[in-house]
């Protein structure tokens, strides 16, 4: 049984995950029974399992949940939420802790923090994500060899008609870029 106090009274690790999670308060009725790492399709490639790192959460192992890549494996497919037999929403808090470890800059070996801003950059700017923009600002700014084997598939893809040189905006931009900039006040607020 996961228990929400520590000896010196202060905020733990686990309060923290709780409060950053909406539902986050039932991750304290974890059985360990183990349905969500046997459930996710990315669970062999987890460097542990959501049960293990709600153990950890609880024994307060901060950076070692913060620095794992279990967080960053997951894949948001919802499959450990729904098959918990107590409720535990999961896949958010995978997102709690993906934030947590971006904020922290614990987020090691993992290039989704840089990706994910150059994703909502792009979605700033044309309201939805352009492919040939993506991966080129992305790898040019963050893997710049890398691209270089990158260019055969874009080729390939191009010629194919999968993706677009030129970005298209959508419809009503303005009215997305002030539902994000709520959505971003919101977030900030809390």
Not at 52 to 70: C, D, G, K, Y
Request: hydrophobic share 35%; proline share 5%; aromatic share 6%.
């Amino acid at each position: 049984m996961i228990s929400k106090s520590n000896e010196s009274g202060t905020s733990s690790f686990l309060e923290e995950v709780i409060e950053d999670t909406p539902g986050g308060e039932r991750i304290v009725h974890c059985l360990q029974c183990g349905s969500c790492g046997g459930s996710c399709p990315n669970g062999a490639d987890m460097q542990y399992t959501p049960r293990t790192l709600f153990a950890m959460i609880n024994a307060n192992q901060r950076e070692a949940v913060l620095s794992a890549n279990t967080m960053w494996m997951c894949v948001s497919c919802y499959l450990c939420t729904t098959r918990c037999p107590q409720n535990i929403p999961i896949t958010d808090i995978m997102y709690a802790l993906k934030r947590k470890a971006i904020a922290e800059k614990l987020a090691k070996g993992t290039d989704a923090p840089a990706l994910a801003k150059t994703f909502t950059d792009l979605l700033d700017k044309y309201g939805r994500s352009f492919e040939l923009g993506l991966a080129s600002r992305y790898y040019l700014l963050n893997r710049p060899v890398a691209m270089l084997k990158m260019g055969p598939m874009g080729l390939s893809m191009f010629t194919r008609g999968r993706m677009s040189l030129l970005p298209t905006k959508i419809k009503n931009l303005e009215q997305l870029r002030a539902i994000i900039h709520k959505a971003r006040e919101l977030g900030d607020a809390s």
